[in-house]
């Protein structure tokens, strides 16, 4: 019987001490930091949190098990990633840190893997945000990207003139559902369009209300980082009409806004502005290179210029431009090259992942719908 109670009261001493170590390190300590994302896992639409970029964490299960251990109360888990960022800074985040370091001093991502911590190959990747309220782009932000078909004579001259008057950043927003996809999907050349091109960005993910955002603040209002492409059809409007510059051809296409594969968490990344590196490739050959050092406005700066403009959500996305080196420019290959069917797209940020899509072609679609942009000459015939 005294060895019976000895071994209960030695059972309990190792759980508070447990438990005392978990709620310790889970206010102000991470085991092992983590990111983000949203799977497909049985069918439906799942949150994960991501580990060495190789396993999946099912929240909602890893979250269940923690609780049945009754080490932490019971709190609701968010139904989708933008329930998860907008209450991230308001509890969320300690309970992920518990979940995190509960799965670290049980072994649990190395020994006797439970079956909600899937291996990243045996699951969809789904964009992590499903779907943002809005996509913001800065427009021409990397002084490689001004001026791309000039001779080298006007390039140069361009970026001179363009470092002396930076003036105000250039946003345009860009449709949400439709054209989202993730790590994985296909981006779709429209039928009878023949200049598609690709653009490697950082994408920034709001984590809370901003509006009238100083530069100097803006950091507070950022919630992580994650890979986006910002796909671009190069051809124009169709022939007749008005001829300005047309951002909905040029950007609003389905499939042309490429999120993912996730999204890091901003405390795991570290400032942007001092680390960035971004890379775009098409098959084996390297396309884009690009570090913060040549953004015109830094990521602060497009942040403050939104929010001057429009109430920032969270959950929204500031993409912060491209570099040099898209297919319409000739001034890195010396001739202009657009997306072919069959190609495959890798954009890479380091510290984050890599995105992967696919290309492929749009069949021909029946003549009238208003979808058609050349090879018919006007709207309707």
């Known amino acids: 019987m005294f ?19 978990l709620f310790a390190q889970s206010s102000d300590e991470i085991l092992a930091p983590f990111k983000v994302g949203t799977f497909s ?43 998860l960022i907008e209450r991230y800074e308001y509890g969320l985040k300690r309970r992920l840190y518990e979940i995190a370091n509960y799965l670290v001093l049980n072994d649990l991502l190395d020994i006797d893997r439970p079956a909600w911590i899937h291996v990243l190959d045996t699951i969809d990747t789904l964009p992590p945000i499903m779907y943002p309220g809005k996509i913001m782009n800065a427009a021409v932000n ?8 000039g001779t080298p004579e006007e390039i140069a001259a361009s970026r001179r003139e363009r470092r002396e008057n930076r003036g105000a950043p250039y946003l345009f927003l860009k449709p949400t559902r439709g054209a989202v996809i993730g790590d994985g999907d296909s981006v779709v050349i429209p039928y009878g369009r023949t200049q598609t091109d690709w653009e490697v960005e950082l994408g920034t993910v709001i984590g809370k209300a901003a509006k ?30 008005f001829q300005g510059v047309d951002w909905f051809v040029g950007k609003g296409h389905d499939t042309f806004a490429p999120m993912g594969p996730w999204i890091v968490p901003k405390e795991f990344y570290g400032d942007p502005m001092e680390k960035l590196r971004q890379t775009l490739s098409i098959g084996d050959e390297q396309m884009q290179e690009a570090t913060a050092g040549d953004m015109i406005h830094s990521l602060y700066e497009l942040i403050e210029y939104a929010s001057s403009l429009i109430t920032l959500y969270p959950g929204d996305v500031l993409n912060n431009g491209t570099s040099g080196g898209v297919g319409m420019g000739t001034s ?15 954009a890479s940020i380091d510290g984050i992942g890599s995105l992967r899509v696919n290309v492929v072609a749009e069949e021909a679609r029946p003549r009238g719908t208003g979808a058609q942009l050349p090879p018919v000459n006007s709207y309707r015939d």
């Open 3 to 21: 060895a019976g109670k000895t071994i209960r009261l030695l059972s309990a001493v190792l759980l508070f001490s447990f438990t005392t170590s």
């Open 332 to 346: 890195v290959r010396g001739e202009q090259r657009f997306l072919q069917d069959g190609e495959v797209i890798e």
């Open 212 to 241: 009238y955002v100083s530069a100097e603040e803006a950091q507070d209002y950022i919630f992580g980082y994650m890979v986006t492409m910002d796909i671009s059809d190069r051809g124009g409007r169709p022939p007749g009409g």
């Open 142 to 149: 990397f002084y490689t990207h001004v001026n791309e078909t």
């Open 41 to 83: 896992i049985n069918g439906s639409a799942e949150l994960g949190l991501v580990f060495r970029d190789a396993l999946i964490v099912e929240l909602d299960a890893a979250n269940a098990s923690l609780e049945n251990a009754g080490m932490v109360p019971e709190i609701p888990m968010p139904d989708d990633m933008i329930d």
